[in-house]
């Protein structure tokens, strides 16, 4: 008997296009279309040399490489999967959660890949608008049902740089506790804040990194998944047994091993140049949109005549043929090689009509200057001799600081929450700044986003009066005492921001202000001031004392870091901070 039946895939994968970028093969072009990362060190290639031939003959294991990585986060080796990239890790996340029965939560513009993902379940997908500004949680929480049962969210957003905040995120997950929140982190080393942290408070919340970007190893295929031990036990169900070959793991171990001074000064340099192509592309008529990844996405009258204009000047940058909602826009990769980014600045000039080309890339001074914070909102900041100006205006706040490091301690703060306003009078008094901070805030909601914007705002007023960090002692420490309580504070402004905050807190809530909002408060400010910010309480029994000790302790750390120590030198070994 003759079978007749045709040879057919399944529908959703019989009408699927095939994922093709396109990206030109030419090897002489500066390639800023693929978002791709700094050059490894070749030592990683000199170390095959002498590698056994065991490397290629045996199965890989993983087990190595997630427990380096489960070490580097302070984790369980069981709450961490390596995975080929972070897209096989977000494609059993799909795999693990959806079927025809169930819904997922997307954004558009985002990654294209993950609406493929959606597809090939069969799973309902709800799609939201996210362009600008941050994720739009309210839309999301409107699409919550007892069928959803992933919802995902690419922070920084690609192509748009955009990303969700911690309080965002958290209302998602305590939200939808049924369903999965899956957080695509492949740019999170460029952003102001890292939600890495974030991320683990919650068990149903799956994030994925890559060493694809910010480490410039695309090629080898890498990435990982970090969240709850039975999550991650799904996603290592659900894929194959030997995902990533032994030599990418191999390359991959040697490169953890290595320093890592690099990969930091790397990032510092795309974030400078991202800020400064922020701004040219604006003054050159386009409309660029606030971006916390190493790329910048701008809307422009000939999208198409742009790409074409910059390929003729040897540089290629994304251009959207195919996709219909971005047909207005390029997306350029900032490339953090100073040549090529006065490069990539000149050809914009030429081929927007500006063949005037200035002398440097990165201004050393701004002016009035709109700057995309981490919400999404806009900054804008008078930066003067060692101090700033800076208003801040979101939908929850509304504040203005004046900060001046040289100054006598004087200081006029008003926040609407009288313990806050104690504690930024005493780190003004104690750390020698001059200090005038007004806000206004939803404080009938509660304290979370005064305290917190108030943080960044001053954060970020700090980081533009210490300009390039050139001549400051850059380190401070210090021990305070408040009675029977004593508490020590360590500051590098180091460019890295990292904040390890232990208080030992008991009460709810001081003089109007959350005692979980004073550790988040120290954060988000070091966070902000890019440093790295650790204090600790050592002892006390009152509250009141333990706090006010850890913010005079780091008003001291301050000011020891801040002083000009007459080398005008930056006081770093990579030459920036």
Not at 210 to 223: D, E, I, M, N, P
Not at 476 to 482: E, I, K, M, Q, S
């Amino acid at each position: 008997m003759t079978n007749k039946l045709p040879l057919l895939p399944l529908p959703s994968v019989a009408n699927l296009d095939i994922y093709r970028p396109g990206f030109p093969k030419d090897p002489d072009l500066l390639r800023l279309d693929a978002n791709e990362g700094m050059a490894p060190p070749h030592t990683l290639l000199e170390r095959l040399l002498n590698a056994s031939t065991e490397v290629l003959r045996r199965y890989p294991s993983a087990a190595d490489l997630e427990q380096a990585l489960s070490k580097r986060f302070g984790l369980e080796a069981e709450q961490v999967l390596v995975t080929a990239g972070g897209d096989d890790a977000l494609y059993r996340a799909f795999r693990a959660m959806l079927d025809p029965s169930r819904e997922v939560i997307l954004t558009l513009p985002s990654y294209e890949m993950l609406d493929r993902y959606a597809m090939l379940t069969g799973a309902t997908t709800h799609v939201m608008g996210w362009l600008k500004g941050e994720y739009p949680v309210n839309d999301a929480l409107s699409h919550i049902n007892e069928r959803t049962r992933l919802i995902v969210v690419v922070s920084p957003n690609n192509p748009t740089g955009g990303v969700i905040t911690i309080k965002g995120l958290e209302r998602l997950a305590l939200a939808a506790p049924h369903a999965l929140i899956l957080v695509d982190l492949a740019y999170t080393e460029f952003a102001d804040i890292d939600l890495s942290a974030a991320c683990l408070r919650f068990p149903n919340v799956l994030s994925v990194r890559t060493f694809s970007k910010a480490w410039g190893l695309a090629g080898l295929r890498v990435g990982y998944a970090v969240g709850a031990p039975s999550v991650i036990n799904w996603l290592r169900a659900v894929g194959g047994p030997y995902a990533v070959s032994r030599l990418s793991l191999q390359l991959m171990m040697w490169r953890l091993e290595q320093p890592e001074d690099e990969v930091y000064a790397y990032i510092n340099r795309v974030r400078q140049e991202r800020e400064a192509l922020f701004t040219l592309l604006a003054e050159l008529g386009t409309e660029p949109v606030p971006s916390q990844a190493n790329f910048v996405l701008t809307r422009v009258k000939d999208a198409q005549g742009l790409h074409q204009a910059l390929l003729e000047q040897g540089i290629s940058v994304r251009y959207f043929k195919t996709r219909p909602a971005l047909k207005d826009y390029i997306r350029i990769t900032c490339p953090g090689v100073p040549e090529d980014f006065e490069r990539v600045l000149h050809a914009l000039r030429h081929a927007l009509g500006h063949k005037s080309a200035g002398n440097k890339a990165l201004p050393k001074k701004r002016s009035s200057t709109s700057l995309p914070s981490r919400e999404g909102n806009i900054v804008s900041c008078n930066k003067t001799a060692r101090g700033s100006e800076l208003t801040r205006v979101t939908k929850e706040t509304q504040i203005t600081v004046k900060l001046m490091l040289d100054g006598e301690g004087k200081h006029e703060v008003q926040t609407g929450i009288g313990f806050l306003d104690h504690m930024l009078s005493a780190l003004s008094k104690h750390s020698r700044m001059d200090l005038q901070l007004r806000c206004q805030g939803d404080l009938e909601i509660d304290d979370h986003h005064t305290s917190e914007d108030c943080a960044l705002a001053l954060g970020a007023a700090l980081n533009e009066a210490l300009a390039d960090r050139k001549g400051i002692a850059r380190f401070g420490y210090a021990y305070a005492p408040l009675d029977e309580a004593l508490a020590r504070a360590v500051i590098d402004f180091s460019g890295r921001p990292y904040a390890t905050v232990s208080l030992g807190l008991t009460r709810e809530s001081i003089g109007g202000w959350a005692t979980e909002n004073m550790t988040h408060f120290l954060s988000s400010l070091a966070h902000a001031a890019r440093a790295t910010l650790q204090v600790e309480v050592l002892r006390g029994l009152n509250d009141h004392h333990r706090i006010e000790a850890a913010f005079k302790a780091t008003a001291l750390a301050l000011r020891q870091a801040i002083a000009i120590d007459g080398s005008n030198q930056i006081p770093s070994t990579k030459g920036i901070l």
